[in-house]
């Protein structure tokens, strides 16, 4: 009986001290500070740059837009410039669609700032006085929405509205009760973030219990029927929808971990490798982000320091970490078919510099080389 007992708290200590070793990150202790790969950081990853089929997109066209998948071969987006024509003050933009496996282009003959595309074809442009400024309350716009390939119809905006995404559309937040100082919220403040209409929405509330104020997210389902799914609501402007897993991704920085939402309610976390999450929590120098893809996690890592040579895109494949990409990555885009990926990549030192050099570069993860 008596070693039975020892046999059970053996094992218990055993689980302890193997957490703490994990966190503790054993042999890559120190390895932050090396400017290049330690042995040990390199038992964590493999370095294969040319895995992967690879688009570099090539011209100047002075992009005044988000850029947006159209389908999985053409990306979409708004230029000041092609090299025939160049928009003159107030001009609008004209809207081009891209070829990334040729790098043929061509006018779609939409006009203005492109807004919003999903994965549905639905398609948001705002047209206004000065297209070059992000958004500016003082100026007037016009709204047009409709079907990609079709005549877009002009709608009037909604104060303190945004876009989704995977939308297209003007929603607002739900707060009746908002005021400047969160203490001041009233027991029956909401927030309700709209999805696909096949799967309803969230609302977040404010309950107080035995003095603690909660916040839980609740998610409407069609049917009527409702679900307590987390503590915390997304982040409207980093949720995405990937039609490829009928499934919701938010974006987050590593520190905060990426999640998924599925339509049936669940919530699972993205898990992050070693060595990130070591880089993470040793190195305030270090960031990273990324998107889901059908390959798995890419992890766009940077390092503003001396240590710049670490920084990629790191793809968390089933059989370990690869370094698909030795550049530093902006703001990554995913194919509806969760294939591809677009971004923005600079392969330098950034640390100091004041002009940065960026070439677009897409990346078919499921194009596997070897």
């Known amino acids: 009986m008596r070693r039975s007992i020892f046999l059970v708290i053996a094992a218990m200590l055993l689980t302890c001290l193997s957490a703490l070793a994990d ?67 107030y001009e609008h933009s004209r809207i081009i669609s891209m070829n990334v496996a040729s790098g043929e282009y061509k006018d779609t003959g939409y006009r203005g700032r492109l807004i919003c595309l999903n994965h549905l074809g639905t398609v948001m442009i705002r047209q206004g006085d000065d297209e070059i400024i992000p958004y500016s309350s003082n100026t007037k716009y016009a709204w047009l929405v409709g079907k990609w390939g ?138 990273a982000n990324g998107v889901l893809t059908k390959a798995g996690m890419l992890w766009n890592v940077s390092h503003d320091s001396k240590a710049w040579k670490k920084q990629g895109q790191y793809l968390d494949t089933p059989t370990g970490l690869v370094r698909v990409d030795l550049g530093r990555g902006g703001n990554p885009i995913v194919s509806p078919d969760g294939c591809r990926v677009m971004d923005t990549l600079s392969r330098e030192n950034l640390l100091g510099k004041l002009s940065l050099n960026y070439s677009w570069l897409v990346i078919d993860l499921c194009k596997d080389n070897q």
């Open 150 to 287: 079709e005549s877009l119809t002009t709608i009037e905006t909604t104060p303190s509205a945004f876009v989704p995404n995977y939308l297209c559309q003007f929603s607002s937040y739900i707060n009746p009760n908002q005021t400047n100082r969160p203490d001041e919220e009233k027991a029956d403040f909401s927030r309700k973030l709209l999805l696909l209409p096949e799967h309803g929405y969230f609302r977040e509330s404010t309950t107080y219990m035995d003095g603690e104020r909660n916040r839980p997210v609740i998610l409407f389902k069609p049917d009527g029927s409702s679900l307590h799914i987390s503590e915390k609501l997304p982040l409207h402007f980093d949720f995405y929808f990937y039609p490829w897993m009928n499934a919701y991704f938010e974006k987050k920085p590593l520190r905060y971990g990426p999640q998924i939402f599925y339509p049936t309610g669940s919530v699972s976390k993205v898990s992050i490798p070693k060595l990130l999450r070591y880089w993470s929590v040793r190195s305030i120098s270090m960031d």
């Open 23 to 89: 966190e503790w990150f054993g042999d890559l202790e120190g390895s932050v500070a090396s400017e290049e790969f330690t042995k040990a950081e390199r038992q964590y990853f493999t370095d294969a740059p040319n895995r992967y089929q690879k688009y570099e997109l090539r011209g100047n066209f002075k992009i005044r837009s988000i850029v947006a998948w159209l389908d999985n071969d053409h990306i979409v987006f708004s230029a000041r410039k092609l090299p025939d024509w160049e928009a003159k003050a």
